[in-house]
């Protein structure tokens, strides 16, 4: 089969609609194919990303969101997880959802300008929001910060770390800005000189958790408008 066969298979195999004979040709075609590999790695390090941020948004089901981010997380050290935990991933989702299942789209808040470059899924359920509006009475909990917005995030005097429980900042540029961002959200310089700075990789989009305690996280953020509107989509993708 040809490369383009395998962008379906690939794409099939996230979404855990594979079937054995098709997981079959995926996993030979790949461990003979650099470049499907490589697509098939930068897939799951998308659905990595998502369970981050679902994780982080969902704190009342922390073992099983874990669990899933474990064996997704695992596929950095070999192409081996197509014979093992494909049949673990649907032997879970069958545990978590049952065996009947309906996908609804949840309302997704992204704070940019009107100047903002990075693409935006232009969908019922995306919601874009001017940061000026965060003054108003607010019934968010979750809110996307594009790098538009965070000029205004900077200037602004009100407390913006209060107003919207858990921050995700998407494709923060260096670590000057991040710090900045740190810094105006309530963290102290001491935590901030703690913090291995070597480790993050610029641009790199953070997950921050405000209130009595502070959570932070990195995740990784698509680069081409092709997977943002997949990612968006699976985001906001919940099953009922």
């Known amino acids: ?17 594979i079937d054995e004979e098709e997981k079959e040709r995926l996993r030979d075609h790949v461990s003979q194919c650099d470049s499907c590999r490589q697509s098939l790695q930068e897939m799951v390090a998308l659905v ?7 994780r982080s948004m969902e704190p ?29 991933m649907e032997q879970h989702k069958m545990e978590e959802y049952g065996t009947e299942s309906m996908h ?23 919601q874009v929001m001017r940061p000026r509006n965060l003054g108003q009475e607010l019934d968010i909990d979750t809110a996307l910060v594009y790098p538009s ?3 205004s995030l900077l200037e602004d005097e009100q407390d913006w770390y209060k107003r919207i429980k858990r921050f995700v900042f998407v494709k923060v540029p260096d670590p000057d800005t991040l710090k900045y961002l740190l810094l105006s959200a309530g963290f102290s310089k001491e935590e901030l000189l703690d913090r291995d700075w070597k ?3 610029f641009p790199t989009s953070v997950i921050l958790t405000t209130g009595k305690q ?4 990195t995740f990784t953020f698509p680069d081409n408008e092709k997977n943002i509107s997949r990612w968006f989509d699976q985001l906001a993708t919940t099953t009922q």
Request: hydrophobic fraction near 40%.
């Open 199 to 201: 480790r993050d990789r």
């Open 60 to 88: 009342r089901r922390p073992t099983v969101i874990l669990n899933y981010f474990i064996k997704w997380a695992a596929v950095y050290t070999a192409i081996a997880f197509l014979v093992y935990f494909v049949p673990q």
């Open 214 to 217: 502070y959570y932070l996280e």
């Open 104 to 126: 609804v789209h949840s309302t997704v808040t992204v704070l940019a300008t009107g100047s903002e470059k990075l693409h935006i899924p232009d969908s019922d359920y995306i």
């Open 149 to 151: 917005a965070v000029p």
């Open 1 to 17: 089969m040809s490369c383009r066969d395998m962008d379906r298979l690939i794409q099939l195999y996230v979404d855990q609609d």
């Open 48 to 54: 990595h990303s998502l369970e981050e941020i679902r």
